[in-house]
């Protein structure tokens, strides 16, 4: 699949199949996630991901309920996390600039945008969810407390074809000068 394809056809998919994912696929996406740039190449994100049935139910069980139904037959839930106080920080520990962690959740926006995009080259969908309880997932599983939970990301076989949301234009989003 072209990039231009992916790009245009990744949707946020909110309808899963219950047929499982390959293991060779999810390891895919995740070396695409490594890919990515990050801040003097501190690669903060970590990716934690659930397939085992019992770990699915517990951790869909964290989610609010609206989510919960979104992914509900997803057979895979990668938890994004990043460490905190790295990317974007001098070695004494002092932030490089106003942004501070910003750069490490930019680094793991740009990292996840390659693991969906590499998703959907194989024919899988996902969803991006940020709402959900970051405690509750870091205490289920044992997540470090340097870390921070970013997303949950449902992947699976779409069970829907959703239409693009209305998108802004060239115009909206940037001035050329
Ligand atoms: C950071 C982030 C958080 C999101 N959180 C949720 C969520 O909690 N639940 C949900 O159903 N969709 C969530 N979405 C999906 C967006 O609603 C979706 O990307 C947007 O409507 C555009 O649709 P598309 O992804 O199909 O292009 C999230 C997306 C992003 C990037």
Same mark, same amino acid.
């Given at each position: ?11 946020? @998919? ?10 060779? $696929? ?13 801040? $003097?190449?501190?690669? @903060? ?9 019992e ?32 990317? *974007? ?30 998703? $959907? ?13 970051? *405690? ?11 870390q921070? @939970? ?5 992947? *699976?076989?779409?069970?829907a ?8 234009? @060239? ?7």
């Amino acid at each position: 699949m072209e990039l231009q394809e992916a790009l245009q056809k990744r949707r946020s @998919v909110r309808s899963y199949q219950k047929q499982k994912v390959e293991e060779e $696929k999810i390891k895919k996406m995740l070396e695409a996630a490594i890919l990515a740039p990050s801040w $003097k190449n501190s690669q @903060v994100t970590r990716y934690y991901v659930v397939t085992g049935e019992e770990m699915l139910e517990k951790v869909k069980e964290t989610l609010p309920e609206f989510n919960r139904k979104n992914v509900q037959d997803a057979p895979v839930l990668i938890v994004s996390a990043i460490i905190r106080d790295r990317s *974007g920080f001098e070695r004494d520990g002092t932030p490089s600039n106003e942004l501070g962690n910003g750069w490490g959740y930019y680094d793991c926006g740009m990292q996840s945008m390659n693991l969906l995009l590499a998703a $959907k080259e194989q024919g899988l969908d996902t969803l991006v969810m940020g709402i959900r309880d970051a *405690g509750k997932i870091a205490e289920l599983l044992e997540i470090p407390k340097e870390q921070s @939970v970013v997303s949950v990301i449902g992947v *699976g076989y779409s069970q829907a074809e959703p239409a693009m949301p209305k998108r802004k234009t @060239v115009a909206d989003i940037a001035r050329f000068y």
